[in-house]
């Protein structure tokens, strides 16, 4: 798993991307986008997601939690 933990992604371009397996806890991915990216199996634990894009990701397995879920 590649380990992105704390990392500083604010409006970061992931759109199209494998990041498949990422730990994104305690990131910061405030207006980041994850347009079209495959982010199976990835952990979104204590992650800043507000106003971040997963229209039309893949998310199987993905983790989000305590309600921090994207808003689309």
Do not use: W
């Amino acid at each position: 798993m590649a380990s992105f933990v704390g990392a500083r992604f604010q409006g970061a371009d992931f759109s199209h991307c494998n990041v498949k397996t990422c730990d994104f806890t305690g990131a910061n991915l405030a207006a980041a986008s994850f347009y079209g990216s495959a982010i199976d199996g990835s952990v979104f634990d204590g992650a800043d997601l507000s106003d971040a894009n997963f229209e039309g990701a893949s998310a199987y397995g993905y983790v989000f939690r305590n309600g921090e879920l994207p808003s689309h």
